[in-house]
């Protein structure tokens, strides 16, 4: 114990990128914060004034102590996650989308419980596939040093014989895990395949199989929404395992204005009335809260709409904060989101291998695409997602996951910092300059 406190205090007990850990302590100090003054209607259904917060200080303890364990793992070491991680998370989503498993909330299987605990499979699966992917890329991949244009430089391209190879691995793990996660959680899909996309695209996998690929998947996503938009609400719900769809077709009606139309055709409601109905209150609450801010915003624990705002704890936060922050305050927690892409960005540029480098990508990209797609959702530039605010809204699996993730970072900053220190790094070349070398004999 005395050994820990002196390590506490004496600084070496956070290792890694000191800017990550700012920014990693700042979003908790947002969360204790927001989500007590947010959590009024909890406080008012659970009867325990203290309950929501003493939960989330609980939960951010925890991810606390998995981020001090998980930076501390050397590197390498995780190459080996997904082969255990993805047949878990693949198993577990099996269970849950196609199987009809786990707890039935919102007609969703999202959710599997084991006693008094209960996490999302799909927030497993992300993890296990974004290190499958760095994993992948990785060992497909090689370099060597040549002269360009007079200098010395290192030259990215695929092994002999496997241009195609990363691509299929990649591409068939992501429709699988991506595909079992879009029966539920339609968002949560989307997100991830574009992360995945991000990182094959970053990881110099072939354009050109990149664009045939995306413009089959661009097809069958047209079809599936013509077919979801033409298709009657009562027969998707007669179909087993699409009852979600109906809700994605309501939220692209709403967002298309169409269900405010026909609400009027049907009932004598006025505008207002449709907008503070059942399924359009959360973004008109939202945006009343936003209304009534300011610069500086109503205060800490001032906020007005967080009697009436469904899930203010974790959906809506941002509205909550943007009510009791004002725009300042708004902008200051997308700030906090951007450097640490920035940051996450610095840690690969200095990563002398492609695994690390590759996994801080994808885990920074989608941490922070997350969170602005829930500040999207909040300001009703997207219809609604069910995506929380990374490390601030309340939550357990996500807090939990995202805290890995945090640690993992962390991990590879104290990688590349020993390397950087060993080593001077080469220049890498351009993209462009990179091309001709992409040939099955690129590395011959």
């Not at 399924?279 to 500086?296: C, F, K, L, R």
């Not at 009697?307 to 509205?319: N, P, V």
């Not at 940051?343 to 480098?357: T, Y």
Request: with cysteine; aromatic share 12%; hydrophobic share 50%.
């Amino acid at each position: 114990m005395g050994t820990f406190v002196k390590d506490f205090f004496g600084g070496k007990l956070f290792k890694g990128d000191k800017g990550v850990w700012m920014i990693y302590f700042f979003l908790c100090m947002i969360s204790l914060v927001e989500v007590y003054s947010a959590s009024s209607r909890l406080t008012f259904e659970g009867g325990h004034h203290w309950g929501p917060m003493v939960s989330q200080a609980g939960f951010l303890l925890v991810g606390m102590i998995i981020i001090l364990l998980v930076h501390r793992i050397p590197c390498k070491w995780f190459m080996l996650f997904p082969f255990i991680l993805l047949p878990v998370a693949i198993l577990l989503l099996l269970y849950t989308a196609v199987l009809g498993g786990g707890s039935d909330i919102n007609d969703t299987h999202r959710w599997v419980r084991f006693g008094s605990i209960s996490f999302q499979p799909s927030e497993i699966a992300k993890a296990a596939l974004l290190m499958t992917t760095a994993v992948v890329l990785a060992k497909t991949q090689t370099e060597k040093e040549e002269y360009v244009r007079g200098k010395k430089r290192k030259i990215v391209g695929a092994i002999k014989g496997k241009r195609y190879l990363a691509f299929a691995i990649v591409g068939g793990a992501a429709l699988l895990i991506c595909g079992l996660i879009f029966l539920d959680n339609v968002s949560t899909a989307l997100m991830l395949f574009f992360v995945v996309i991000v990182m094959m695209f970053i990881g110099q996998v072939p354009k050109d199989l990149m664009f045939k690929g995306l413009a089959v998947i661009a097809g069958i996503g047209a079809f599936f929404v013509v077919t979801v938009m033409a298709v009657p609400e009562d027969t998707w719900k007669e179909i087993p395992g699409c009852k979600r769809v109906v809700t994605v077709k309501h939220r692209l009606e709403r967002k298309l204005g169409k269900s405010r139309e026909e609400a009027q055709q049907k009932t004598n409601k006025t505008d207002t009335q449709i907008l503070l109905d059942d399924e359009n209150s959360q973004t008109t609450y939202a945006s009343i809260a936003i209304a009534n801010s300011d610069v500086i915003g109503l205060g800490p624990g001032n906020s007005i709409q967080r009697d009436f705002l469904q899930h203010a704890e974790s959906d809506f936060i941002y509205a909550i904060i943007i009510e009791e922050m004002g725009i300042a305050g708004a902008f200051f927690v997308a700030f906090l989101y951007l450097v640490l892409l920035i940051r996450v960005g610095r840690i690969a540029q200095r990563c002398p291998s492609f695994f690390p480098a590759y996994l801080v990508l994808g885990f920074g990209i989608m941490m922070v695409l997350q969170a602005f797609v829930n500040m999207s959702v909040a300001v009703g530039l997207v219809p609604v997602t069910g995506q929380t605010l990374p490390l601030i809204s309340k939550g357990g699996t996500s807090i939990l996951i995202t805290s890995f993730y945090i640690g993992v970072i962390l991990s590879v900053s104290r990688y590349a910092e020993k390397k950087e220190q060993k080593a001077p790094l080469v220049e890498a070349v351009p993209n462009g300059e990179t091309s001709e070398y992409y040939t099955d004999g690129a590395m011959s």
